[in-house]
């Protein structure tokens, strides 16, 4: 580990560019986090560990490198996120859908693709999802899985509506106004929760990390 950048510092630790083994990487340490909140940055560590091996090889997810019980180091993709590259492209979203289907059939959902920092226009023009932490990948695809996945789709379709909503077909459409069960529960019981601890709290927003050019998920 040679050349370091410090792209951004939290309650939950550090994340960093590094040079590994001739490597542009990105280097997620939880050893300066918060001594109160340290044992949920680890467990997010090793959540995103988990994800990323299972999704191992998945063109347009980073690949997992290394990982202990304080860091974890993944691959590094260049371009810019969704905020600031703004796709207009029908062809971003049809790719988006496709990698979005691979991830479900191997059993994972994203969970946190209202963000738009964690999706990313690579410098070719393609999509890659970012920053895993509240990913899940169970065993089985069970009643729980298949709403968040449904979750997973609608967030994208947002994103679609935002950009590029002249190409929304009919059934997206339907989907956008029909959240699942456990989206409309979390909006009225945990939502205002989570914001206010988030936002008013840890100081937080869902572009954070938007000058990184994508490299903190």
Same mark, same amino acid.
């Given at each position: 580990?040679?050349?370091?950048?410090?792209?951004?510092? /939290?309650?939950?630790?550090?994340?960093?560019?590094?040079?590994?083994?001739?490597?542009?990487?990105?280097?997620?340490?939880?050893?300066?986090?918060?001594?109160?909140?340290?044992?949920?940055?680890?467990?997010?560590?090793?959540?995103?560990?988990?994800?990323?091996?299972?999704?191992? /090889?998945?063109?347009?997810?980073?690949?997992?490198?290394?990982?202990?019980?304080?860091?974890?180091?993944?691959?590094?993709?260049?371009?810019?996120?969704?905020?600031?590259?703004?796709?207009?492209?029908?062809?971003?979203?049809?790719?988006?859908?496709?990698?979005?289907?691979?991830?479900?059939?191997?059993?994972?959902?994203?969970?946190?693709?209202?963000?738009?920092?964690?999706?990313?226009?690579?410098?070719?023009?393609?999509?890659?999802?970012?920053?895993?932490?509240?990913?899940?990948?169970?065993?089985?695809?069970?009643?729980?899985?298949?709403?968040?996945?449904?979750?997973?789709?609608?967030?994208?379709?947002?994103?679609?509506?935002?950009?590029?909503?002249?190409?929304?077909?009919?059934?997206?459409?339907?989907?956008?106004?029909?959240?699942?069960?456990?989206?409309?529960?979390?909006?009225?019981?945990?939502?205002?929760?989570?914001?206010?601890?988030?936002?008013?709290?840890?100081?937080?927003?869902?572009?954070?990390?938007? /000058? /990184?050019?994508?490299?903190?998920?």
């Amino acid at each position: 580990m040679t050349d370091s950048r410090l792209l951004k510092k /939290d309650l939950f630790g550090e994340v960093r560019l590094i040079s590994l083994a001739g490597r542009i990487t990105i280097l997620r340490d939880t050893a300066s986090a918060s001594i109160w909140l340290r044992w949920l940055a680890r467990a997010l560590l090793r959540r995103e560990a988990r994800v990323l091996a299972a999704l191992d /090889d998945v063109d347009g997810v980073p690949d997992l490198l290394q990982h202990s019980r304080t860091q974890l180091v993944r691959g590094y993709i260049p371009g810019e996120p969704m905020q600031t590259a703004r796709p207009r492209n029908l062809d971003y979203y049809r790719q988006a859908m496709a990698l979005l289907r691979v991830l479900h059939r191997r059993r994972v959902v994203h969970n946190d693709l209202a963000k738009e920092p964690n999706l990313l226009v690579t410098d070719d023009g393609r999509p890659a999802f970012l920053d895993f932490q509240l990913g899940w990948a169970p065993r089985r695809r069970g009643r729980l899985f298949r709403a968040l996945a449904y979750e997973d789709l609608r967030h994208l379709l947002k994103h679609k509506r935002s950009y590029c909503p002249e190409a929304l077909t009919a059934r997206e459409r339907r989907i956008l106004e029909n959240p699942s069960l456990p989206s409309r529960a979390w909006r009225r019981t945990v939502k205002p929760v989570y914001l206010f601890v988030t936002r008013r709290l840890l100081g937080w927003a869902d572009r954070e990390g938007a /000058d /990184d050019r994508g490299a903190v998920g």
